[in-house]
């Protein structure tokens, strides 16, 4: 069964973007070193640490299948139908896509029956790989479900002070998490990964 792990770069006071959607400093680590990085599709390669390349590429090569929401899907154009990292997605959304120029691609799979529906499709594709979440309202909503496994944060030492939150509309009573399984600190970030409690 696919492990399903929330995934985002954070600053210190929580969010992961800007109101208007841009991460501004939070993705300055991935200039932050010497090692190129290549993505899918149209983002140029990364330039990383060596900390931050490892743990890299041992998040990318788990990943079957991400979930996303409509407001990162319309973001980015659905990447044009290629994700950075080379896996398929699924885009929750009430209101799918009627003449997306890039559906041809076939890696954007529309699921409009709530993020139950999102993370059991995306378990339909990944297999036995990692089903990765987006931060937001999707990561938030797939907590509250009790659907996370694990909570990965890339904490950047940056303060924005307002913005999007890694976990939007949680009720804290409800969140569990223990002890971090995995903490490496590099430049411009530290790589933390968090099981979820039942």
């Given at each position: 069964?696919?492990?399903?792990?929330?995934?985002?770069?954070?600053?210190?006071?929580?969010?992961?973007?800007?109101?208007?959607?841009?991460?501004?400093?939070?993705?300055?680590?991935?200039?932050?070193?010497?090692?190129?990085?290549?993505?899918?599709?149209?983002?140029?390669?990364?330039?990383?640490?060596?900390?931050?390349?490892?743990?890299?590429?041992?998040?990318?090569?788990?990943?079957?299948?991400?979930?996303?929401?409509?407001?990162?899907?319309?973001?980015?154009?659905?990447?044009?139908?290629?994700?950075?990292?080379?896996?398929?997605?699924?885009?929750?959304?009430?209101?799918?896509?009627?003449?997306?120029?890039?559906?041809?691609?076939?890696?954007?799979?529309?699921?409009?029956g709530g993020i139950k529906d999102a993370i059991a499709r995306a378990k339909e594709i990944a297999g036995d790989r990692v089903v990765g979440l987006a931060a937001g309202t999707i990561a938030g909503q797939a907590l509250e479900a009790g659907l996370v496994d694990e909570v990965?944060?890339?904490?950047?030492?940056?303060?924005?002070?307002?913005?999007?939150?890694?976990?939007?509309?949680?009720?804290?009573?409800?969140?569990?998490?223990?002890?971090?399984?995995?903490?490496?600190?590099?430049?411009?970030?530290?790589?933390?990964?968090?099981?979820?409690?039942?």
């Amino acid at each position: 069964m696919a492990k399903v792990i929330s995934s985002a770069s954070m600053s210190l006071d929580g969010f992961v973007a800007r109101p208007d959607n841009d991460p501004g400093p939070l993705f300055d680590w991935y200039e932050a070193g010497d090692i190129e990085v290549v993505n899918e599709g149209d983002l140029p390669p990364f330039h990383l640490t060596e900390a931050s390349a490892a743990f890299w590429r041992d998040w990318t090569l788990q990943l079957g299948c991400l979930v996303v929401g409509r407001v990162l899907f319309d973001a980015t154009d659905g990447w044009r139908g290629q994700h950075p990292l080379g896996v398929p997605f699924v885009v929750l959304t009430h209101d799918p896509p009627i003449d997306w120029h890039w559906a041809h691609t076939g890696n954007a799979h529309f699921v409009a029956g709530g993020i139950k529906d999102a993370i059991a499709r995306a378990k339909e594709i990944a297999g036995d790989r990692v089903v990765g979440l987006a931060a937001g309202t999707i990561a938030g909503q797939a907590l509250e479900a009790g659907l996370v496994d694990e909570v990965a944060i890339d904490l950047v030492p940056v303060v924005l002070g307002e913005g999007h939150r890694y976990f939007a509309d949680v009720e804290p009573s409800r969140v569990r998490l223990g002890d971090p399984t995995s903490v490496i600190p590099s430049a411009r970030v530290t790589h933390l990964v968090f099981p979820v409690l039942p």
